[in-house]
């Protein structure tokens, strides 16, 4: 081409400028998706601060969003099955949201939960689908919405490499007890007079569990123990039981239980329970999911 001012010169279209740019090849690259990767950070910021959303949970959630379920014609070859079809209905090509939402079963399931949403009206992209689930389901109706899809995918996993059979009712008892579980998990705060104590010494791996029973807590004049119990409504409700005489290794192993007992509710694996057992940051919070979550205070 020429260089003279009058030169002809290429103009891309699908800029404001009509130079190119890298956002600008982004988006031509993308295509018709791009509202979809839009939506995709307030659906996973969504997600993540969700109130009382198990761990488990809230990767399936991420799995959902990313298309990484175990799904499809892919797990289909791997299973050795002949159909890429639902093997639920057999009726549909078996996509996420079509297993979750459209399958004949499914839609059965979401009638019979306490929930009014219609999925016939939404897209079929999981993503288009969940951002259009957090803008009618707000705070722990969207925690409860994700428990549901979180039993109703067990059930359906067992029914295809099992061969359970695929029954309403216990799939409603089994999101009503993750509903449960993350009711604790939401309402879980450390006490003021363990958060002073937790303050003031923070846990050493090689002192063992001599810092669940300190001389700072005997001087407040309650000597003892905390511990957790669950009363009537399945909330955490903190005691601080007196006048026992117990030693510090007798208090740390009653405590080693507790925490033992509500990792397994909480559905921890080892390397989450122990860093939180054993970690010595002072700025800990109960909450389920996140980094900074600690059961040493126990």
């Known amino acids: 081409m020429a260089s003279n001012a009058h030169a002809d010169r290429l103009i891309l279209t699908h800029g404001s400028s009509g130079s190119f740019s890298f956002k600008t090849a982004c988006r031509l690259v993308r295509g018709p998706h791009m509202h979809v990767q839009q939506h995709l950070p307030h659906v996973l910021k969504f997600v993540w601060h969700s109130p009382g959303l198990l761990p488990r949970v809230r990767l399936f959630l991420w799995k959902i969003i990313n298309n990484a379920l175990p799904i499809g014609g892919t797990f289909a070859a791997k299973m050795g099955f002949l159909s890429p079809l639902c093997h639920v209905c057999n009726s549909g090509s078996e996509i996420a949201t079509h297993a979750l939402f459209f399958c004949q079963f499914a839609r059965s399931f979401w009638f019979a939960?306490?929930?009014?949403?219609?999925?016939?009206?939404?897209?079929?992209?999981?993503?288009?689908l969940l951002f259009h689930v957090t803008s009618i389901l707000q705070g722990f109706l969207f925690t409860s919405f994700a428990n549901h899809l979180w039993a109703l995918w067990k059930f359906r996993c067992?029914?295809?490499?099992?061969?359970?059979?695929?029954?309403?009712?216990?799939i409603l008892k089994m999101a009503e007890y993750y509903n449960r579980l993350s009711r604790i998990t939401s309402n879980l705060t450390i006490p003021k007079p363990l958060r002073h104590i937790?303050?003031?010494?923070?846990?050493?791996?090689h002192e063992g569990f001599n810092c669940f029973v300190d001389?700072?807590?005997?001087?407040?004049?309650?000597?003892?123990?905390?511990?957790?119990?669950l009363n009537g409504e399945n909330l955490i409700q903190y005691e601080l039981?007196?006048?026992?005489?117990?030693?510090?290794?007798?208090?740390?192993?009653?405590?080693?239980?507790?925490?033992?007992?509500?990792?397994i509710l909480l559905e921890l694996n080892a390397c989450s329970f122990f860093y939180r057992l054993f970690s010595t940051s002072a700025n800990?919070?109960?909450?389920?999911?996140?980094?900074?979550?600690?059961?040493?205070?126990?």
Not at 198 to 205: G, K, M
Not at 215 to 229: P, Q, R
Not at 241 to 263: D, M, P
Not at 284 to 298: D, E, I, P, Q
Request: with cysteine; proline share 7%; charged share 15%.
């Open 113 to 128: 939960s306490p929930f009014s949403v219609r999925f016939e009206s939404m897209p079929d992209d999981p993503t288009m």
């Open 158 to 170: 067992k029914h295809i490499c099992e061969g359970a059979p695929l029954i309403v009712d216990p």
């Open 198 to 205: 937790w303050t003031a010494q923070a846990p050493n791996l």
């Open 215 to 229: 001389g700072s807590f005997i001087s407040t004049g309650s000597a003892g123990w905390a511990y957790l119990l």
């Open 241 to 263: 039981q007196s006048g026992e005489s117990l030693s510090a290794f007798e208090a740390g192993l009653k405590a080693l239980s507790l925490a033992v007992k509500t990792a």
């Open 284 to 298: 800990h919070g109960w909450k389920t999911g996140s980094r900074n979550m600690s059961m040493a205070v126990l």
